[in-house]
């Protein structure tokens, strides 16, 4: 932060989007320095035309970080250009696979009835939404683009952190996981198992 804030009038757009959310995934406020200002704020929107979709997603989760994590209201762009950050952030909506339907279909099986698409005011797209044992759990069909490899990507950690302090129960179902229950090997009872025990042990 000390050495950003003197170069902040040198960042282009996507800098000034590298810059915030790499604060918000680490989730880390500066200590000693106010970086995220009134001066932050308007780079910002002098930036506006600037930042392309991938900019506005990483700032948009930047401004949930602040606004509703920190509860920092202050230090923040515009309310027109956070309206933008907001729509590109919705627009990114994950793919409805084969996945997510076999994931929606035991889901039924069992009896729980899931609502699917659940959209929040701060932009995110719930994939499955249940009630299990008194309250509301969001059902995440983790698909490949969630992951590096077999390790989350760094947005997939801050969505999990933001719903969850947000005050969301959250199961995450790695794609691989799920793959690996053959339907054609008796997988729909596997599938239903697989739920049961993830459900009771692994919701975060």
């Known amino acids: 932060a000390t050495e950003a804030l003197p170069r902040l009038g040198e960042f282009k757009p996507q800098e000034l989007a590298n810059v915030a959310w790499a604060y918000a995934a680490a989730d880390h406020v500066p200590a000693s320095v ?74 039924h099986s069992l009896g729980l009835m899931p609502r699917e698409a659940v959209r929040l005011p701060e932009g995110y797209l719930l994939d499955l939404v249940i009630q299990w044992r008194g309250s509301d759990v969001v059902v995440q069909v983790d698909g490949p683009w969630r992951f590096a490899g077999r390790r989350p990507t760094g947005t997939t950690l801050v969505r999990r952190r933001q719903l969850t302090r947000l005050g969301w129960r959250l199961l995450p179902l790695p794609h691989w996981e799920w793959s690996a229950l053959s339907p054609e090997r008796g997988g729909a009872k596997k599938m239903q198992t697989y739920l049961l025990y993830a459900l009771e042990h692994r919701v975060i």
């Open 34 to 107: 106010t970086l995220f200002d009134s001066a932050f704020a308007r780079r910002c929107d002098e930036s506006g035309p600037g930042f392309d979709d991938g900019s506005l997603f990483q700032l948009h989760q930047w401004v949930v970080w602040r606004e509703q994590e920190l509860g920092m209201a202050d230090g923040l762009p515009s309310p027109e250009l956070r309206a933008r950050f907001l729509a590109a952030f919705a627009a990114r909506a994950s793919p409805r696979t084969r996945l997510h339907r076999q994931v929606r279909d035991a889901l």
